[in-house]
C-alpha cells in the first residue's frame, strides 16, 4: 500500500486527478468506479478541467457505480446518481451507455446486484476504483463486520452511516439501507485509490493503516491489495505514527 500525505485539500484532491487522468491516458476504454461523497469532490471537479485543458477523452470509459442509499430517487440531490452526474458525466458529456449505476428505486435488489456483478464481468473488470472512507471505516456501504469477499449486495445501513448520511441531503431523510460493490471488487480492481481529508478523519485513517486488517475495519483491507494508493491531506494524516 502506497501513502500520500498532501500539505492540505487542495494539493490532495490535485493528486488524485493527476492520478485519475494517468489511468485513462494510459487506457483509454479504462473502467473508472468513482465514490461520490464530499472529499472527492474537488478531485473530480480538477479531474474535469485537466480532462478539457489536456485532451483526454473520458467517452471510451465505463463508469461502475460503488453504491446508492436504497429508496433515494436519482433526482434527489443526495443521492450518489445525483452527485456522479452532476459532478462527472454531465461535464465530460458520458453517454448513458457507458455509465451502469444501482437502480435504488428497484424493486427486485438481489437481481439488481447479479445485474451489476454481470456488468463488471463483461467489462472484464474495474481499471480504477477511487474510494472515499466512512467515520465507521465503512467503503461503499460496506460496514463493519460485513464480508471481505463479498461483491454487490444489500446492506442494513449502520448508525453512523445514517447519520452522517444526513449531510448530502436538504431535508431528514430515512436512511435505511443500501446497495453497494463489495470488498470483492475492491480487491479485484487493478488499482485502488482511498481518499481522506480533515482532522475528522484521522483517527479511523490511524485505525486502517496501523491496526489489524479486519472486516470490523473495512477499508483496512486495503493494504491487502497489490496496488493501493491512501491519499491524504496532513490533518488526516496527522494521527499516524511518524515513518
Ligand atoms: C459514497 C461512498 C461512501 C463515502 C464515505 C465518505 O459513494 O461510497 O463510502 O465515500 O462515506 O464520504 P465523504 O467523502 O462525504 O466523507
Known amino acids: ?11 490532495l484532491s490535485h493528486g488524485a486527478a493527476n492520478q485519475i487522468i494517468e489511468v485513462v491516458r494510459q487506457k483509454p476504454c479504462a473502467v473508472l468506479c468513482l465514490a461520490a461523497g464530499d472529499t472527492p469532490r474537488l478531485a473530480y471537479t480538477l479531474m474535469v478541467n485537466m480532462a478539457k485543458t489536456e485532451g483526454i477523452d473520458f467517452a471510451n470509459c465505463t463508469f461502475i457505480g460503488l453504491d ?48 451489476m456483478d454481470k456488468t463488471i464481468i463483461e467489462n472484464k473488470g474495474i481499471d480504477l476504483m477511487l474510494v472515499g472512507i466512512g467515520m465507521n471505516g465503512h467503503i461503499g456501504f460496506n460496514e463493519p463486520a460485513g464480508s471481505f469477499q463479498a461483491y454487490s449486495h444489500v446492506v442494513e445501513l ?83 505514527t511518524p515513518r
Open 1 to 11: 500500500m502506497n501513502l500520500k500525505i498532501y500539505e492540505n485539500y487542495e494539493s
Open 158 to 240: 449502520d448508525e453512523t452511516s445514517r447519520t452522517v448520511g444526513q449531510k448530502y441531503f436538504r431535508e431528514q431523510t430515512t436512511l435505511t439501507s443500501g446497495i453497494t460493490l463489495g470488498l470483492g471488487h475492491m480487491l479485484e480492481a487493478r488499482q485502488v485509490i482511498l481518499v481522506a481529508n480533515g482532522s475528522k478523519k484521522a483517527d479511523i485513517i490511524r485505525r486502517t493503516i496501523e491496526e489489524d486488517v479486519t472486516p470490523l475495519l473495512p477499508a483496512s483491507l486495503i493494504r491487502n491489495h497489490v496496488d493501493a494508493y491512501v491519499i491524504l491531506d496532513k490533518e488526516a494524516g496527522s494521527l499516524l
Open 68 to 115: 446508492e442509499w436504497l429508496g433515494i430517487s436519482p433526482v434527489n440531490e443526495g443521492s450518489c446518481h445525483h452527485f456522479l452526474r452532476r459532478h462527472i458525466f454531465e461535464p465530460l458529456s458520458i453517454s448513458n451507455d457507458k455509465i451502469h449505476l444501482f437502480d435504488a428505486l428497484t424493486e427486485d435488489p438481489q437481481g439488481e446486484c447479479r445485474k
